[in-house]
């Protein structure tokens, strides 16, 4: 396992960095009144971070107003027993409009089919970028 504790930016190693670039899905877990919440996203791993988006009426995006605590798992199943994982704990930054949010859509339109059929604007839905302050992973 690797472990890297601290609230700097976690360095991935090029195996973790590899794994999450060829996957699009990942759990997030946020908290309310000490309560988990998990919910699968598609994600993008993008400078070093991951980012999804999320609608504002959800409960994770309520969640996050609240506790910008989350922590994400991308992970692959092998009944063999050769999974493959990367847990990532860290806090949620919003971003709702701006160069930024342009970009990040950008990306996101022309990775996912969804977000071309059902197009939005900015403060419609939220981008969400998880910085990273502790990282596991195994079978990488």
């Given at each position: 396992?690797?472990?890297?504790?601290?609230?700097?930016?976690?360095?991935?190693t090029q195996k973790e960095r590899k794994f999450l670039l060829e996957n699009e899905a990942c759990r997030i877990a946020t908290s309310h009144d000490d309560i988990p919440h998990v919910a699968p996203v598609a994600y993008i791993y993008d400078k070093g971070t991951i980012t999804?988006?999320?609608?504002?009426?959800?409960?994770?995006?309520?969640?996050?107003?609240?506790?910008?605590?989350?922590?994400?798992?991308?992970?692959?199943?092998?009944?063999?027993?050769?999974?493959?994982?990367?847990?990532?704990?860290?806090?949620?930054?919003?971003?709702?409009?701006?160069?930024?949010?342009?970009?990040?859509?950008?990306?996101?339109?022309?990775?996912?089919?969804?977000?071309?059929?059902?197009?939005?604007?900015?403060?419609?839905?939220?981008?969400?970028?998880?910085?990273?302050?502790?990282?596991?992973?195994?079978?990488?």
């Amino acid at each position: 396992m690797n472990n890297v504790s601290n609230h700097n930016k976690v360095r991935v190693t090029q195996k973790e960095r590899k794994f999450l670039l060829e996957n699009e899905a990942c759990r997030i877990a946020t908290s309310h009144d000490d309560i988990p919440h998990v919910a699968p996203v598609a994600y993008i791993y993008d400078k070093g971070t991951i980012t999804f988006v999320t609608d504002y009426g959800t409960r994770k995006y309520r969640n996050l107003e609240v506790n910008k605590n989350v922590s994400v798992v991308v992970d692959v199943y092998d009944s063999s027993g050769e999974n493959k994982a990367i847990v990532i704990q860290g806090k949620a930054v919003i971003i709702e409009r701006g160069e930024e949010f342009k970009r990040l859509y950008q990306i996101f339109k022309r990775r996912f089919e969804w977000v071309r059929k059902n197009p939005w604007k900015e403060g419609e839905a939220p981008f969400v970028r998880v910085n990273a302050f502790n990282k596991v992973s195994w079978g990488l």
